[in-house]
């Protein structure tokens, strides 16, 4: 009697193992080699979609650059 309930749990264990491997076959490899890869990519993706915000760099430069022009015009009226 013992002997017929294992012979029915390993036939179970190896119909799931055999769905199991069916499922893993079925997956798709990863493209990228490393992490570091996959890292860079989910990044580049992310900016795309924005989800860092618009860069400010460009913002505080274009400020920078008007606040300079706007004072050396100034210092160039009231020289001449």
Wanted: hydrophobic share 50%; aromatic share 4%; glycine share 10%.
């Amino acid at each position: 009697m013992w002997g017929l309930s294992q012979s029915g749990r390993a036939g179970a264990e190896t119909v799931a193992l055999e769905l199991h491997a069916e499922r893993a076959g079925a997956a798709l490899a990863c493209v990228y080699s490393n992490s570091a890869e996959l890292d860079a990519a989910m990044i580049a993706a992310r900016r795309a979609a924005g989800i860092y915000g618009p860069k400010r760099r460009r913002k505080q430069m274009l400020t920078t650059v008007a606040g300079i022009a706007t004072g050396l015009a100034i210092i160039f009226l009231l020289v001449v």
